[in-house]
């Protein structure tokens, strides 16, 4: 008798400890499904870190934030794929979508080795936009709003002091870990490489020398751009690598003032269209003229995707702590220089759709 006694205590105590349990994990739920404002809807987020993992990971969240559209989505798996399985860390991916991207990158994510990830999808509302961008009538489509997303981090991650940014056109291969603790100066609310950084200087590149400076993205013509006494010949930086300090850019409110120097493009055309006619990168080069730290060159090797020849020696690429595709040459069009680096961490599309859109690209290319 005694012992059935102690037996149903034993089972009681489960049952209540297990309700508590599921009970914490609802509210956690709830808390991380919060809205977000300018349009930044939280749609999911799987914060379950299987036993295994959870006990090789340290507890301080690293927060990536990354644009999925569906064209380019498995640019963004790729990344993500090549940023977990080079990390122990706790990472979290904010991935940023657009509504009709979101029930194929779900797919993606739950039928595939990807399924152990730690992510919450964002939809972005582009109304957010709204008055802040140029709209060419003839080229509407032109128009990527995702591009625009890194503007707004602080609504993305609403709850984090720090966060890295990446393009979708990237691969990491080394521990992000390192990319987050660069240390940011006093009063910079972000880190960036500059376009006139040593990493060319480092190794024999051929067709080296595509370096950039301000004068490429803002039309000194324009009084407006001249008022702001910036140097001409100041080097520029790529902002599709950064790390933020985010309560800094919160005290700063770079936001509002990046909003300010899209609006004021749109009244008065302040931006140079020599490179590729830019519109996200300007406003960020006024804003952070001399107010920016630096981030470690092998963690940002672009112009990969400037051209189909291959700028670095394969000894280089292999040092490269991240890779980056920018250009018109994308990893996924195969026509890429170290484009086979790329399809080392792509996961296959379980929908065969992002296969169809590879090969049209492969077409265009070939044209």
Known sequence: VNISILIVAVVIFLLVLHHNFLGLSDLLRRELSDSNPLGLQPIDFIPAVPQRLAAERSDKEISVVITASDERLGGAIAAMNSISRHTRSNVVFYI????????????????????????????????????????????????????????????????????????????????????????????????????CDSTTNKVAV???????????????????????????????????????NLTEWKLQNITKQLEKWMALDVAEELYSRTLA??????????????????????????HLGSSAGKRYSPQFVKAAKLLHWN??????????????????????????????????LEAYEAK
Not at 133 to 152: G, H, I
Not at 215 to 224: R, V
């Open 96 to 195: 940023v979508t657009l509504n009709n991207t979101v029930d194929h990158l779900r797919l993606w994510l739950r039928n595939t080795a990807l399924k152990n990830l730690r992510y919450r999808i964002l939809d972005f509302d582009p109304r957010v936009l709204e008055g802040k961008v140029q709209v060419d009538p003839q080229k509407a489509d032109s128009l990527k709003p995702l591009t625009f997303a890194r503007f707004y981090l602080p609504s993305l991650v609403p709850h984090a002091e720090k966060a890295i940014y990446v393009d979708d056109d990237i691969i990491v291969q080394d521990d992000i870990l390192e990319l987050y603790n660069t240390p940011l100066k006093p009063g910079h609310a972000a880190a960036f490489s500059d376009d």
């Open 206 to 244: 051929r067709g080296a020398g595509n370096q950039y400076n301000y004068i490429g993205f803002l039309d000194y013509k324009k009084e407006t751009i001249r008022k702001l006494a910036m140097k001409a010949s100041t080097c520029s930086f790529n902002p599709g690598v950064f790390v933020a």
């Open 277 to 302: 006619g830019s519109i996200t990168t300007p406003p960020l080069l006024i804003v952070f003229y001399k107010q920016h730290s630096s981030i470690d060159p092998m963690w940002n090797v672009r």
């Open 327 to 360: 250009g018109h040459f994308k990893p996924w069009g195969r026509t890429a220089s170290y484009a086979e680096v790329w399809e080392k961490w792509y996961v296959p599309d379980p929908t065969g759709k992002f296969s169809l859109i590879r090969r049209h």
